[in-house]
């Protein structure tokens, strides 16, 4: 009996752990699910950054209306000219630390551009404009 009982112990003992090609299957696993979620994280966010430029936008143009009718209906020469109407009374960056590009285009017509991530003119996604004109 006692051989049994024996045979029996190393039989458990060797169940007992994982095999390696066990562990790299998990691991596996588990990388692809980080990679997966990773890609969706980094797409979230840059949805974040272009709702926070549309905002901004959004916010320049309200400080730009203040100052027009606090200056008889004439537009800002520059973004500074608005600060004292945002809240906090500075002129943000956009969401990738470029400034924001304000011009007259007639007497009473202006326009708020982020160039996007890349801070360039034109481009697609991220990249892509973001103008006063869209909102």
Known sequence: MRTNVAAHGKDRSRRAGFTLIELMVVVSIIAILATTAGVYLFGALDDADVAKAQSEIKALKAGVMAYMLKN????????????????????PLDPWG??????????RKYKIV???????QGGDGINADISSDEF
């Open 72 to 91: 008889n209906r004439r537009l800002p020469e520059s973004l500074e000219d608005v600060s004292e109407f945002m809240d906090p009374p500075k002129i």
């Open 114 to 120: 982020s160039m996007g991530a890349d801070g360039t």
């Open 98 to 107: 470029n400034a924001y590009i304000y011009t007259k285009e007639t007497a």
